[in-house]
């Protein structure tokens, strides 16, 4: 199949110029597939433009395709954009799950001046799949840290995500009757990988809040009760 390419080097520099408020990238790419515009693949075709030998690459517009080009390598340096930073900020925008909050005793109660113990198992890591600069994008988060609120303006951050009785390791005594929401919140390291590639590290991390739990704090009172017999 035949394309007419829309951009050389030296059109496309222009273009770009003239057109300064926008940004123009590019990717090496076939026409493999029945969309009818250019897709990501690991052998382009090669051509020729001001005597200079090439390849096809994709010219995007503000990330909107806006027909193909003759690319020589040296050429393609001013508009190959990276994907990382792109990813980062993708991570960043994605919404990723909360955590819940799990507290014992359970039912809403504990005692005053008694450890109450505070879990999540909000542990593995979640992966969303996105296009990017015409790529396919795996991006993933996973818990790194949780900031825990008591709901009395205490507040703990741990890398552990807390364990139920009896292994309990993320506690807190509260010192007065007053009902708390306590709260953890979740932060998240990224990785992404580019069609199926190695995996590669996000330098940015995501805070994810979790809603509030009610937790009335009450008084354990002595009673007296009659021997057994």
């Known amino acids: 199949m035949g394309e007419t390419c829309l951009y050389t080097g030296q059109t496309l520099q222009d273009k770009a110029a003239s057109d300064s408020e926008a940004?123009?990238?590019?990717?090496?790419?076939?026409?493999?597939?029945?969309?009818?515009?250019?897709?990501?693949?690991?052998?382009?075709?090669?051509?020729?433009?001001?005597?200079?030998?090439?390849?096809?690459y994709a010219v995007l517009r503000?990330?909107?395709?806006?027909?193909?080009?003759?690319?020589?390598?040296?050429d393609s340096k001013d508009f190959t954009q990276p994907i990382g930073p792109l990813a980062a900020k993708r991570f960043k925008a994605l919404a990723w799950p909360s955590s819940e909050l799990t507290v014992q005793p359970s039912g809403g109660r504990t005692l005053v001046n008694f450890e109450t113990i505070f879990f999540?198992?909000?542990?593995?890591?979640?992966?969303?799949?996105?296009r990017l600069l015409g790529q396919q994008v795996e991006i993933q988060a996973t818990p790194a840290s949780y900031t825990w609120h008591f709901g009395d303006d205490a507040t703990l951050t741990t890398e552990s995500a807390g364990h139920p009785y009896p292994e309990q390791d993320v506690v807190h005594t509260y010192a007065t009757l007053s009902p708390v929401k306590p709260s953890v919140d979740t932060v998240y390291s990224g990785q992404f990988r580019v069609n199926g590639g190695r995996w590669e590290?996000?330098?940015?991390?995501?805070?994810?809040?979790?809603?509030p739990v009610g937790l009335e704090i009450v008084e354990a009172k002595p009673e007296l009760v009659a021997p057994p017999g």
């Open 201 to 211: 590290a996000i330098d940015e991390t995501v805070t994810v809040e979790g809603a």
């Open 120 to 130: 999540t198992t909000n542990t593995d890591s979640s992966t969303k799949v996105v």
């Open 23 to 56: 940004a123009y990238t590019v990717y090496q790419a076939c026409f493999s597939g029945s969309s009818g515009q250019p897709e990501p693949c690991s052998n382009p075709r090669a051509c020729t433009a001001d005597g200079a030998v090439g390849t096809i």
């Open 62 to 74: 503000d990330g909107v395709y806006v027909g193909i080009a003759c690319l020589t390598a040296d």
